[in-house]
């Protein structure tokens, strides 16, 4: 088995939290995050530099259904207290974090600009009594209240279709259905059976793969 590190089942540090999610947030390219970009001499001049170095980690598609799902997380799920400050036209794709024993408070997320990783924690390790939506995710937004960022976008990509999906039934849709949604699918992977909302269509067994995606 493989931990929940997207959740915060396993302890790590800022820096490595906020490597893993810029590689959703680029489309798939892995950029190793340096705290020091390089050391100068006592008149400017480099001694030693650090260049970047970026390649693709994962492919452009599956980060965009990670950061689609992200957006979903924070819309309806456990970042909707992100709208109590930011403009609700505003996307953005973020996912909180709680270790064991409310010991590690975390939150990213991601606007169209830039990516905040927020990590509240006690020097002593024990529990802050803060989870990932009550603590850091608190933090983020009021810091990103002051930018005047750009939405989150999903955007074409290649071998990625979108279809419009009933919420009720997790099934096919259109645009007629009601707070009918799109989302993006790897190609041909798309539920194959219509939910009863859309025109001409008959009612099949659900799949609550839906549910299950941002439980």
């Known amino acids: 088995p493989y931990p929940s590190l997207l959740l915060g089942a396993t302890e790590m540090t800022p820096i490595q939290v906020t490597r893993m999610y810029q590689t959703y947030a680029s489309g798939g390219f892995d950029t190793p995050l340096r705290a020091i ?6 008149d400017k001049a480099p001694l030693q530099r650090y260049p970047l170095n970026v390649r693709a980690a994962i492919k452009p598609g599956y980060a965009q259904l990670i950061t689609t799902a992200m957006m979903y997380a924070v819309r309806i799920g456990t970042g909707q ?8 036209d505003r996307n953005v794709a973020g996912k909180t ?24 924690g006690r020097d002593d390790n024990q529990s802050t009594g803060l989870t990932g939506s009550t603590g850091a995710l608190r933090v983020w937004r009021d810091l990103f209240a002051h930018f005047d960022d750009s939405s989150w976008m999903q955007t074409a990509t290649d071998g990625i279709e979108y279809q419009w999906i009933d919420p009720v039934s997790s099934l096919l849709a259109d645009s ?26 008959v009612l099949p067994e659900a799949v609550d793969w839906f549910k299950e995606l941002f439980r």
Not at 97 to 119: I, K, N, Q
Not at 176 to 198: E, M, R
């Open 37 to 42: 970009t390089a050391v100068l001499a006592a």
């Open 81 to 88: 207290a992100i709208y109590h400050v930011l403009p609700a």
């Open 97 to 120: 974090g709680t270790t064991d024993d409310l010991r590690d408070s975390w939150f990213a997320g991601c606007t169209g600009d830039r990516l905040g990783v927020v990590w509240i």
């Open 176 to 201: 007629s259905c009601p707070d009918a949604v799109q989302l993006p699918f790897i190609t041909g992977s798309a539920p194959q059976q219509y939910a009863a909302c859309a025109q001409g269509s």
